[in-house]
């Protein structure tokens, strides 16, 4: 998909925009996901136990949140970091909606997973590293659940769509893109946010499309400000890592918001998120310009 896209997608007609007025919504009760409105799904990086859930997921909540993350299963780049604990960690997510009312998010990492985790989860989320694991993408196509398909650290946004097309194609037409932050040269963040991937994912496809500032940014202090990016390019919602104490997380601590900073940071994106009800962005048409960029 070069920057003069020319309309032509048949390698993700599925989710692709073709009439002006469809896109995709996701309801998960009475939450509505691609409707204009900004949900906020936050939580610690991993499940690690019942006490940091449960004080996490009623902090989150009581601060705006509609829906629960955390990692049962953590696909760790290395093999002596914190792996999950499992079904356990599902347990407990179950637990914490119960008490909470909170919608779960939380990662799959194998198709011989998927449906113990559907058993848990309201949303299925496909990690970086897994956007292109083609059998997952098939399993989650048979799966009678929302997924939140992350993009790839090192993919274009026309491989994230056609993995998307993959699980639409296989039956599941529910999903939702999140732009987590791409691998370039630049170090001084984690990874580097692609904000103009929102506008551009948006104009080209009906599907809602969120914003994960935590592993975008890798850093605490850098957050906050990504996340008022998001609201200013009419994303539709985040996806954002908190902890009790995040010093003492087992993994991604440096990135997560205590819970001040987290009720900090919803409260601050309020303005920005009223301006943008009042002056909603058209979304830009990309169209054929000819020639090369
Ligand atoms: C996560 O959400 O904790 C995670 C592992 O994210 P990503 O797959 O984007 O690295
Ligand atoms: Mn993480």
């Excluded at 949900?39 to 940091?52: D, T």
């Excluded at 529910?174 to 984690?190: D, K, M, P, S, V």
């Amino acid at each position: 998909m070069n920057p003069h896209w020319n309309g032509q997608f048949s390698c993700f007609d599925l989710v692709a925009r073709n009439d002006e007025q469809f896109r995709t919504l996701i309801r998960i009760r009475d939450i509505v996901i691609g409707d204009g409105h900004f949900v906020v799904m936050a939580g610690p990086c991993a499940v690690e136990s019942e006490l940091q859930l449960m004080r996490t997921a009623e902090a989150v909540a009581s601060a705006g949140a509609r829906i629960l993350r955390g990692g049962a299963f953590k696909p760790r780049s290395s093999p002596y970091s914190f792996q999950g604990l499992g079904l356990e960690g599902l347990k407990l997510l179950a637990k914490a909606r119960a008490a909470t009312g909170l919608a779960i998010v939380t990662e799959v990492m194998s198709p011989e997973d998927a449906p113990q985790v559907a058993e848990y989860a309201d949303i299925m989320q496909v990690g970086t590293r897994s956007m292109q694991n083609y059998a997952l993408l098939e399993a989650l196509g048979r799966c009678p659940r929302p997924v939140l398909l992350k993009r790839g650290m090192t993919c274009r946004l026309e491989e994230l769509l056609e993995s998307a097309q993959v699980i639409a194609l296989n039956g599941n037409p529910e999903i939702i893109l999140c732009e987590r932050g791409i691998r370039t040269f630049e170090i001084a963040t984690r990874n580097t946010l692609d904000i103009a991937a929102v506008p551009v994912l948006k104009a080209v496809s009906h599907l809602p499309v969120i914003v994960d500032p935590s592993h975008a940014a890798g850093l605490q202090a850098l957050v906050p400000v990504l996340a008022r990016a998001a609201v200013a390019v009419e994303a539709d919602g985040l996806l954002v890592e908190v902890h009790p104490c995040p010093e003492k997380a087992l993994s991604d601590g440096i990135q997560s918001l205590t819970f001040d900073q987290f009720r900090s940071m919803m409260q601050d994106l309020q303005p920005y998120l009223a301006l943008r009800a009042k002056h909603p962005e058209p979304l830009p048409e990309l169209v054929y310009a000819g020639g090369s960029a």
